[in-house]
């Protein structure tokens, strides 16, 4: 939208402003906001001219005088009304305002509106209805021009499902949401339907059999733990690939409070103060956005995690800090000084599939990318021919890309295929079946658009070959795509080409989620991982910034970078070095100590070697044993602002 567009008047009018009417103001609304400027008393505008910006408002609503004396707001109610026939627009807003520290925060205000030209009240309601309606259709930013706004209609009511944990954390989530949130919901004009959960499990078992398509999205007001529940749930679902889609909101309600945490950390809102405000003032000014997943096996069972998994110290100050939850993140540092006296450390094998070549003297990320710069990446990109909305429908829907991208190079062409990657896992007979088919066919590359395909394209830094061919096993199937330019070939034979490798598969709904990159847990991990066993501090596979409050683990972290972070502290640290290194940790600055190691890697496998410890996911403990994961880039969406 150019600056033109943006400030094309599209409504104006001259009204009185609450709580004194008796001065008049020339006010104009364009798609950057509403800007008002004091009238003299010939009726022309005078004053200096100020502005809401759209990026601070919340929504609008009308109301008559009866309203306004039973809104709460005092001024509102002792102000001088000229007429009964008059109608009030009131608009809510959280503008940013400076603090003495110099950051800032926001803070709540609204405007209202006196709309009073006409004599009858039906009239002068009809030009509220008008300017609350281009209001709410500009804050979804559906595309006004002038001719619209006279015949808009107002944008479909969003209802959402709140749950609520009334014994996260402190035990305040239900006053929490009380008190901060309904209030701002019932501005934006949201719909709501409030859960509170009565054991654990409870949102698990809720998101498994709810209707999706009665509900917008879900919002959590809990810890980190009831997210964990529903993203379960949600994947629990015969209908998972859909259901996954349903948007998820968070409202900090618990001791860690991750997940708010870090949507307001990529929406760039403070976290320093006031965070229920602002996760709830990003909730209503979201946009749908990806958010990585990463597929958890056991032993035991299938689990699907958003947040890290923690072994070692982080894990044990977490799963032991549980007696202490009263009080509230506190519990935390109060824990790992109690484990710091006594320091545990952890025999282990860790694996890990790197985004680059791993260089165990550069312990610091940032010198191995620079040594290293040839990367892989695993993404999955939607090729649907039909647009829709990424809130609407899956990612797996009409069929899904990965990609290994050599990231240092200046194209990315499709050229050599490696022959080089693990094959598929538990796809069946069918399905074998089916890519044999179409591979007599050569039609790999345009599937049927009315079957549901996921697709992955791999592409590798390492050795690869020029002959293409379809390597199947009896556990599953690799198809390598045909597409070959041999004029390419010749100008790009040497180690600096990019080139992708594709492996297919045809997705019927309820196929299981595929985990390309994962052997089974009783077998060796793949010839092109990275093996360490050694004594560990720590060893922790994250993909969200923060792990909690003050608690900046994984800087370089977003929401949907198709990257695990693995975060690993080696057993022959000190104390002292311990400590320096967590006390730096709230600004992220302990990637830069000697004694941490971060990687950024694709999949990951934690084997411990000693018979007792804790292991957690998501801050939930699971059984002690070996665990691996691998992303599932972009898989769930939730609702924040990047």
Same mark, same amino acid.
């Given at each position: 939208?150019?600056?033109?567009?943006?400030?094309?008047?599209?409504?104006?009018?001259?009204?009185?402003?609450?709580?004194?009417?008796?001065?008049?103001?020339?006010?104009?609304?364009?798609?950057?906001?509403?800007?008002?400027?004091?009238?003299?008393?010939?009726?022309?505008?005078?004053?200096?001219?100020?502005?809401?910006?759209?990026?601070?408002?919340?929504?609008?609503?009308?109301?008559?005088?009866?309203?306004?004396?039973?809104?709460?707001?005092?001024?509102?109610?002792?102000?001088?009304?000229?007429?009964?026939?008059?109608?009030?627009?009131?608009?809510?807003?959280?503008?940013?305002?400076?603090?003495?520290?110099?950051?800032?925060?926001?803070?709540?205000?609204?405007?209202?509106?006196?709309?009073?030209?006409?004599?009858?009240?039906?009239?002068?309601?009809?030009?509220?209805?008008?300017?609350?309606?281009?209001?709410?259709?500009?804050?979804?930013?559906?595309?006004?021009?002038?001719?619209?706004?006279?015949?808009?209609?107002?944008?479909?009511?969003?209802?959402?499902?709140?749950?609520?944990?009334?014994? =996260?954390?402190?035990?305040?989530?239900?006053?929490?949401?009380?008190?901060?949130?309904?209030?701002?919901?019932?501005?934006?004009?949201?719909?709501?339907?409030?859960?509170?959960?009565?054991?654990?499990?409870?949102?698990?078992?809720?998101?498994?059999?709810?209707?999706?398509?009665?509900?917008?999205?879900?919002?959590?007001?809990?810890?980190?733990?009831?997210?964990?529940?529903?993203?379960?749930?949600?994947?629990?679902?015969?209908?998972?690939?859909?259901?996954?889609?349903?948007?998820?909101?968070?409202?900090?309600?618990?001791?860690?409070?991750?997940?708010?945490?870090?949507?307001?950390?990529?929406?760039?809102?403070?976290?320093?103060?006031?965070?229920?405000?602002?996760?709830?003032?990003?909730?209503?000014?979201?946009?749908?956005?990806?958010?990585?997943?990463?597929?958890?096996?056991?032993?035991?069972?299938?689990?699907?995690?958003?947040?890290?998994?923690?072994?070692?110290?982080?894990?044990?100050?977490?799963?032991?800090?549980?007696?202490?939850?009263?009080?509230?993140?506190?519990?935390?540092?109060?824990?790992?000084?109690?484990?710091?006296?006594?320091?545990?450390?952890?025999?282990?094998?860790?694996?890990?599939?790197?985004?680059?070549?791993?260089?165990?003297?550069?312990?610091?990320? @940032?010198?191995?990318?620079?040594?290293?710069?040839?990367?892989?990446?695993?993404?999955?990109?939607?090729?649907?021919?039909?647009?829709?909305?990424?809130?609407?429908?899956?990612?797996?829907?009409?069929?899904?890309?990965?990609?290994?991208?050599?990231?240092?190079?200046?194209?990315?062409?499709?050229?050599?295929?490696?022959?080089?990657?693990?094959?598929?896992?538990?796809?069946?007979?069918?399905?074998?079946?089916?890519?044999?088919?179409?591979?007599?066919?050569?039609?790999?590359?345009?599937?049927?658009?009315?079957?549901?395909?996921?697709?992955?394209?791999?592409?590798?830094?390492?050795?690869?070959?020029?002959? @293409?061919?379809?390597?199947?096993?009896?556990?599953?199937?690799?198809?390598?795509?045909?597409?070959?330019?041999?004029?390419?070939?010749?100008?790009?034979?040497?180690?600096?080409?990019?080139?992708?490798?594709?492996?297919?598969?045809?997705?019927?709904?309820?196929?299981?989620?595929? =985990?390309?990159?994962?052997?089974?847990?009783?077998?060796?991990?793949?010839?092109?991982?990275?093996?360490?066993?050694?004594?560990?501090?720590?060893?922790?596979?994250?993909?969200?910034?923060?792990?909690?409050?003050?608690?900046?683990?994984?800087?370089?972290?977003?929401?949907?970078?198709?990257?695990?972070?693995?975060?690993?502290?080696?057993?022959?640290?000190? @104390?002292?070095?311990?400590?320096?290194?967590?006390?730096?940790?709230?600004?992220?600055?302990?990637?830069?100590?000697?004694?941490?190691?971060?990687?950024?890697?694709?999949?990951?496998?934690?084997?411990?070697?000693?018979?007792?410890?804790?292991?957690?996911?998501?801050?939930?403990?699971?059984?002690?044993?070996?665990?691996?994961?691998?992303?599932?880039?972009?898989?769930?969406?939730?609702?924040?602002?990047?």
């Amino acid at each position: 939208m150019t600056d033109s567009e943006s400030s094309e008047i599209l409504l104006e009018g001259t009204f009185g402003i609450l709580p004194n009417n008796e001065r008049l103001y020339h006010v104009a609304l364009s798609k950057k906001g509403i800007s008002y400027t004091e009238c003299d008393s010939n009726g022309k505008s005078a004053g200096k001219s100020l502005l809401i910006a759209f990026k601070d408002v919340t929504g609008a609503k009308i109301q008559n005088h009866e309203d306004l004396i039973n809104s709460g707001c005092a001024k509102c109610r002792t102000a001088r009304v000229s007429s009964l026939s008059e109608c009030y627009l009131t608009i809510y807003c959280y503008p940013r305002v400076p603090k003495t520290s110099g950051d800032s925060t926001r803070k709540a205000k609204k405007m209202t509106l006196v709309m009073g030209p006409c004599k009858e009240y039906d009239r002068n309601y009809k030009i509220c209805q008008t300017w609350r309606n281009t209001i709410l259709n500009l804050l979804r930013n559906v595309d006004l021009g002038k001719g619209d706004v006279e015949t808009c209609s107002p944008p479909p009511q969003r209802k959402i499902l709140v749950l609520i944990n009334p014994h =996260s954390g402190p035990g305040k989530a239900k006053q929490i949401f009380e008190k901060g949130v309904m209030k701002m919901l019932e501005e934006a004009d949201i719909s709501y339907k409030v859960v509170v959960t009565e054991r654990a499990g409870h949102a698990t078992e809720l998101m498994k059999t709810i209707n999706i398509s009665e509900w917008y999205g879900v919002v959590i007001v809990s810890g980190d733990g009831l997210i964990y529940e529903a993203i379960n749930g949600l994947m629990s679902r015969p209908d998972w690939d859909k259901a996954i889609t349903l948007p998820v909101g968070a409202i900090p309600g618990g001791s860690g409070n991750a997940m708010s945490l870090n949507i307001n950390y990529t929406a760039g809102e403070p976290l320093d103060v006031n965070q229920v405000l602002h996760s709830t003032f990003v909730l209503i000014k979201h946009r749908v956005i990806p958010m990585d997943l990463v597929l958890i096996q056991t032993p035991a069972q299938q689990l699907y995690s958003f947040l890290s998994v923690s072994f070692g110290i982080i894990a044990d100050i977490d799963y032991e800090s549980e007696k202490m939850r009263a009080l509230g993140a506190t519990r935390f540092t109060v824990y790992f000084l109690k484990r710091l006296v006594s320091l545990r450390k952890y025999k282990a094998r860790v694996s890990f599939l790197p985004l680059t070549e791993y260089d165990p003297d550069a312990r610091q990320q @940032k010198r191995r990318e620079q040594t290293f710069a040839k990367s892989r990446r695993f993404t999955i990109l939607s090729h649907s021919s039909t647009s829709t909305n990424i809130g609407n429908g899956s990612v797996y829907e009409n069929g899904t890309n990965g990609i290994y991208r050599s990231m240092s190079l200046p194209n990315n062409g499709r050229k050599e295929r490696s022959l080089s990657m693990p094959t598929m896992k538990n796809v069946s007979e069918s399905l074998q079946n089916e890519f044999r088919h179409r591979q007599e066919e050569n039609d790999l590359a345009e599937v049927d658009e009315d079957a549901e395909n996921v697709t992955f394209e791999l592409e590798k830094a390492e050795s690869y070959e020029k002959s @293409k061919r379809l390597s199947s096993d009896q556990d599953g199937v690799m198809m390598m795509n045909g597409n070959h330019n041999h004029n390419e070939d010749a100008e790009s034979d040497t180690s600096d080409s990019p080139f992708e490798e594709t492996v297919s598969m045809v997705k019927n709904s309820g196929d299981p989620v595929p =985990s390309p990159l994962l052997t089974p847990l009783d077998s060796p991990v793949p010839s092109d991982w990275i093996t360490i066993e050694d004594e560990f501090v720590t060893a922790c596979a994250l993909y969200q910034p923060y792990l909690g409050p003050d608690n900046l683990t994984a800087p370089d972290s977003r929401l949907n970078d198709g990257l695990i972070h693995m975060f690993l502290i080696r057993g022959e640290v000190t @104390k002292v070095a311990l400590l320096n290194l967590f006390l730096s940790i709230d600004k992220g600055e302990h990637v830069k100590s000697p004694i941490c190691e971060m990687v950024k890697v694709l999949a990951f496998r934690i084997e411990p070697l000693t018979e007792t410890g804790n292991i957690m996911v998501d801050g939930e403990k699971v059984p002690f044993g070996p665990i691996q994961g691998q992303v599932l880039p972009g898989m769930a969406k939730v609702m924040g602002v990047q």
